[in-house]
């Protein structure tokens, strides 16, 4: 490293003093091989340095130099370490398993629930019922527990097995036997366990057997689930359900092949679904593959939440497509106004807006009326989408000018990109509408 040239630059011309040292005493830099270099007083300009200078940080390349070489001395000490405040230490606690599980449930106020452990075959509630998919993975996991059914008791678990996949006998130099490889692997076997009337016990390890039991009981063991685990939504919307997640997606345009607007019956379920979910756990999530309209349901359910403002969190390049989406797929007759948020928060409320405004009244021009805020798709890279409409009125002496000084104040200017220039409408002799580029962000808060 010592012998880099570019290092050596790097050091001298950015730094007034250098200390190189190596490890001292008995045969610590033949273990190690690192040299400590301490640059002190960083220069506010960069200095080139000279070659003899480069030469001599380079030459210490030779480990025999390291230790005897000092930069413009400058006297003893170079520098001092300033002491330990006193206001603030260092502690080392060791804590045992208990000691750390009882010290994370003194810190997280929700622990208590996050570190229960739920008893197998103790009750779960399902978003929507479940199906014999789901069923039988519970069953071959073994988190369904004992199942009461038929007049017999069944019990599912798995186990891990190792079976032997390939067994290759060796033999030695001589051609006689030497040995034998075996190849193993390890998988997951499901177990069923039943007892009927009678106390006759009966183990099925096959996964034959298993798939066979499974679906001889599938409704008489999902039967015995569904009075057990009751669902959240069991596909019967209520009358309003029903109604506020039919206004969604009116006006998107309609699939091919298919006539009728609005999203499909699953999709109003999935919407109607989630809002229960989120009533009563707090949080949902709408899985499915493209194309599936994963965002319209979303819209739906916001809709048949009806708890406003919603946030929408989305990456740089789909908030416009997701403005888009949001103003097209919800209920036409309560549309939603979507608003893409440019900055979280802001010290002073519209700096820009109100600069302009007293701009206008030193010319005698008056701003009438409530101002209207708005978004539209960018129309160039320069153009962030926010508009702002607004009536502006003067005397009739001042009109003309009245439009020269609009014009030069919301016109948006770019050096790179080409100028934006406001909307005016004459309106009358004394008033002009105008709708330009709004500077002033969207905020949180």
């Known amino acids: 490293m010592l012998g880099d040239e570019k290092l050596a630059r790097h050091l001298l011309g950015w730094y007034e003093d250098l200390v190189i040292r190596k ?22 300009e960069y200095v080139h340095s000279t070659k003899d200078g480069v030469n001599s940080i380079t030459a210490l390349a030779d480990a025999e130099r390291v230790s005897l070489f000092t930069f413009k001395p400058s006297g ?14 260092f502690e080392a606690a060791i804590l045992g398993p208990q000691a750390l599980v009882n010290r994370a449930a003194d810190t997280a106020p929700d622990t208590s629930r996050l570190m229960q452990v739920r008893a197998p075959g103790a009750p779960i509630q399902p978003i929507v019922p479940e199906k014999i998919g789901h069923i039988s993975m519970e069953i071959s996991s073994g988190e369904v527990g004992t199942i009461p059914f038929a007049g017999m008791l069944a019990k599912g678990s798995i186990h891990k097995v ?48 298993v ?39 009116l006006g998107l345009p309609p699939l091919p092949g298919r006539e009728k607007r609005g999203l499909f019956e699953a999709q109003k379920h999935m919407a109607i679904a989630a809002v229960r979910a989120m009533r009563h756990n707090g ?26 403002p919603v946030l929408v969190v989305a990456p740089g390049h789909m908030l416009h497509k997701w403005a888009r989406s949001i103003a097209q797929a919800c209920d036409p ?16 409320d519209d700096y820009w807006w109100g ?57 948006l200017r770019s050096k790179k990109f080409t100028a934006i220039p406001p909307e005016i409408t004459l309106l009358s002799s004394r008033e002009l509408e105008v709708v330009a580029v709004d500077r002033d962000d969207y905020t949180l808060f």
């Open 76 to 89: 003893t000490p170079l520098f001092n370490i300033p002491p330990t405040p006193h206001a603030g230490k």
């Open 23 to 44: 490890f001292s005493g008995e045969d610590r830099y033949e273990r190690f091989k690192q040299v400590v270099i301490l640059a002190i007083g960083k220069r506010r």
């Open 355 to 411: 600069g302009r405004v007293e701009r206008l009244e030193e010319k005698g021009i008056r701003v009438i009326g409530k101002r209207e805020r708005f978004q539209i798709p960018p129309i160039s890279r320069n153009d962030p989408g926010l508009r702002v409409r607004f009536t502006v009125s003067c005397d009739n002496a001042k009109a003309k000018n009245a439009l020269k000084v609009v014009k030069s104040l919301f016109t």
């Open 211 to 249: 798939g066979e039991f499974i679906t001889e009981h599938a409704d008489k063991i999902a039967d015995a689930l569904l009075t057990r685990n009751k669902p959240l939504y069991d596909f019967k919307p209520t009358a309003r359900e029903w109604d506020v997640v039919g206004k969604t997606a």
């Open 162 to 209: 190792t079976e032997v996949v390939e067994r290759v006998d060796k033999t030695d130099a001589d051609g006689r036997y030497s040995h034998t490889d075996v190849t193993t692997r390890e998988k997951l076997v499901t177990r069923i366990t039943t007892v009927d009337e009678d106390g006759e016990m009966q183990m099925l390890n096959d996964s034959v057997a």
């Open 283 to 308: 949080q949902s999530i709408i899985m499915g593959e493209m194309g599936s309209g994963k965002t319209a349901t979303s819209v739906g359910a916001a809709e048949l939440l009806d708890r406003w």
């Open 333 to 348: 007759d309560d549309p939603i106004t979507p608003r893409i948020i440019t900055r979280s928060v802001r010290n002073k």
